[in-house]
């Protein structure tokens, strides 16, 4: 059998892309001498004699196509490289001293490097806003693996941190308390998922005064565009 300190769970999505496996030996009547092993994304592919060897029963995973370090039995070193995320499954076989070979394992191990996809922000990017000096503000993101980490995610407006007004999985809000001023503003969203995965957006967008002689708080028929560019605008 094959288990993973690493990678305990089959079912499950790691950060974590060095993978740690431990083979336990089959019983055999000579002693197992070793075992061939192979890595890919194919879950029905066996290894065989020209597969990769190694006589320890502890296997740590650095890179892609079974090109792995062996390391002692015991040893919990880690790699500074690894596998590129996605499902990832490692094959074994056992040959006892006589040449013999066992049947044929394998043991599925998922990776995800990649943190949540912000897929729209509000104001658009460059967007020039007529209407309002208090826009929403919001970002919209998923995360296709584990999920977003809700309690993650952060907000700044013109390099500090503010509150959002509302948060959930896929959204966050938040509405200025006071009006902003003429010219570009600048927003950031960082955010990370259930297995730690970081991710942030930035982006800026312009409040500029109406075109009709200057923003005098009168908001009715004002428009967000970004086409229509005003003469006296900061």
């Given at each position: 059998s094959i288990n993973s300190s690493t990678h305990p769970n089959?079912?499950?999505w790691y950060s974590q892309n060095t993978s740690l496996f431990e083979f336990t030996p089959p019983f055999d009547d000579s002693g197992v001498k070793g075992y061939y092993y192979l890595i890919d994304?194919?879950?029905?592919?066996?290894p065989d004699i020209y597969s990769l060897w190694t006589a320890n029963s502890m296997l740590n995973v650095s890179s892609m196509g079974g090109s792995s370090r062996v390391v002692a039995n015991g040893s919990n070193e880690t790699l500074?490289?690894?596998?590129?995320?996605?499902e990832w499954y490692l094959h074994v076989i056992a040959m006892d001293n006589v040449g013999n070979l066992g049947n044929a394992t394998s043991y599925l191990f998922k990776i995800d490097t990649f943190g949540p996809a912000v897929s729209s922000v509000s104001p658009d990017y460059n967007a020039r806003i007529y209407s309002t000096r208090t826009p929403v503000i919001s970002a919209e993101y998923s995360d296709t693996q584990v999920g977003v980490n809700v309690s993650s995610v952060r907000l700044w407006l013109d390099g500090g941190e503010v509150t959002p007004d509302s948060v959930n999985s896929t959204i966050v809000t938040y509405t200025p308390s006071s009006n902003l001023s003429n010219g570009v503003h600048n927003a950031t969203i960082y955010i990370q998922d259930s297995s730690g995965n970081p991710s942030n957006v930035s982006w800026s967008f312009r409040?500029?005064?109406?075109?009709?002689?200057?923003?005098?708080?009168?908001?009715?028929?004002?428009?967000?565009?970004?086409?229509?560019?005003?003469?006296?605008?900061?």
């Amino acid at each position: 059998s094959i288990n993973s300190s690493t990678h305990p769970n089959q079912n499950a999505w790691y950060s974590q892309n060095t993978s740690l496996f431990e083979f336990t030996p089959p019983f055999d009547d000579s002693g197992v001498k070793g075992y061939y092993y192979l890595i890919d994304n194919d879950p029905n592919r066996l290894p065989d004699i020209y597969s990769l060897w190694t006589a320890n029963s502890m296997l740590n995973v650095s890179s892609m196509g079974g090109s792995s370090r062996v390391v002692a039995n015991g040893s919990n070193e880690t790699l500074a490289s690894g596998l590129p995320a996605g499902e990832w499954y490692l094959h074994v076989i056992a040959m006892d001293n006589v040449g013999n070979l066992g049947n044929a394992t394998s043991y599925l191990f998922k990776i995800d490097t990649f943190g949540p996809a912000v897929s729209s922000v509000s104001p658009d990017y460059n967007a020039r806003i007529y209407s309002t000096r208090t826009p929403v503000i919001s970002a919209e993101y998923s995360d296709t693996q584990v999920g977003v980490n809700v309690s993650s995610v952060r907000l700044w407006l013109d390099g500090g941190e503010v509150t959002p007004d509302s948060v959930n999985s896929t959204i966050v809000t938040y509405t200025p308390s006071s009006n902003l001023s003429n010219g570009v503003h600048n927003a950031t969203i960082y955010i990370q998922d259930s297995s730690g995965n970081p991710s942030n957006v930035s982006w800026s967008f312009r409040i500029a005064p109406f075109c009709g002689g200057g923003f005098d708080g009168v908001e009715t028929d004002f428009v967000i565009t970004s086409s229509v560019v005003c003469q006296n605008e900061v």
